[in-house]
């Protein structure tokens, strides 16, 4: 028969154990206040678009992806203009849900992170593609706000006056916001 092991044998098994304990504490917390997270949180947060088209607020539109690095980066400055700019509606789009097809082909999204900008009429005065800093969210912010013009940001642009629905477009690429995954 084996002895059983002492309190002094067992002092390092338990060490381990309290330590092994320790690290999935704190891989878990920080692992629960991820940038993925955040995007989640904004989402669920996220008022619906028809909605936010129609009630006399502007609005920032922001087409994204679960998986995407440049969303999830972008996703603490967006807490932050949530929270700054209440007078703002904020939506998110995720582009892997079928559910925004429509609105993907109409706003021409072909690249994430896609920030559609609309003024309090529901009417959509710019875009924005790609990642952008907190300052910069900020500033488009600050104009959607005061109505007035966005400011010159390189990825940032009014949209044409003609609608899609006056002329159809041409299918010119294939190309569409998965397309780079």
């Not at 997270?37 to 936010?52: G, H, T």
């Not at 088209?53 to 603490?76: H, I, Q, R, T």
Request: hydrophobic letters at 40%.
């Amino acid at each position: 028969m084996g002895a059983s092991a002492t309190p002094v044998q067992r002092g390092p098994q338990l060490v381990l154990l309290l330590v092994a304990l320790l690290v999935v504490a704190i891989t878990w917390i920080k692992g629960s206040l991820g940038p993925g997270d955040l995007l989640d949180q904004l989402a669920r947060r996220s008022i619906p678009l028809n909605q936010a088209l129609e009630n006399g607020k502007p609005s920032l539109v922001e087409f994204y992806a679960d998986w995407c690095e440049a969303c999830k980066s972008m996703a603490p400055a967006m807490v932050a203009l949530e929270k700054q700019h209440p007078e703002i509606n904020l939506v998110m789009l995720n582009v892997d849900n079928p559910t925004w097809q429509a609105e993907l082909q109409r706003w021409q999204v072909n690249g994430i992170p896609h920030l559609q900008l609309f003024d309090s009429n529901g009417k959509s005065v710019g875009q924005s593609v790609g990642l952008r800093q907190g300052s910069e969210l900020q500033s488009l912010a600050s104009s959607l706000s005061a109505g007035t013009p966005l400011p010159q940001l390189a990825g940032v642009g009014a949209v044409s006056s003609l609608s899609n629905e006056s002329q159809p477009l041409q299918e010119t690429s294939t190309a569409g916001p998965r397309s780079h995954a």
